[in-house]
């Protein structure tokens, strides 16, 4: 299954359920109200259509309350979400992208290293397919 498209507050509650589950809506609307302030109708709205988009699925249709668990992986949504910006922002083209990322983000001298090894690797791997 290919991940939703969700929205930045849908995405707040999956963090929620990614961070532990199986969990009931009020219990993800406790945890989330200091952080957000949201009524728990509202992360029920949210739930509801998470669950309608396939990102969420109900554990036990008897059980009461309803436990809700990720029908996705987070890794799935970064990546597709991932996708969906460098599409947007950077018409699909990566190299532009590193280059915005690499004159503006305030990377540690082992940030820079490892994302050099990463690059090394993925042209390796380019290669010896």
Known sequence: MDAPNISESEWTV???FWNSSPRSASDVAKSL???TGWAENTVRTL???LVEKGALQVDDE?????LYS???KREACVKAESESFMERIFKGAAKPLLVHFAKNARLT???VTELKK???QSTTDKKSK
């Open 62 to 66: 008897s059980s009461s309350p309803k």
């Open 118 to 120: 990463l690059l090394d």
């Open 70 to 72: 990720p029908a996705v």
């Open 47 to 49: 739930i509801t259509r």
């Open 109 to 111: 001298p082992d940030e």
């Open 14 to 16: 999956m963090e929620v």
């Open 33 to 35: 109200k200091k952080e």
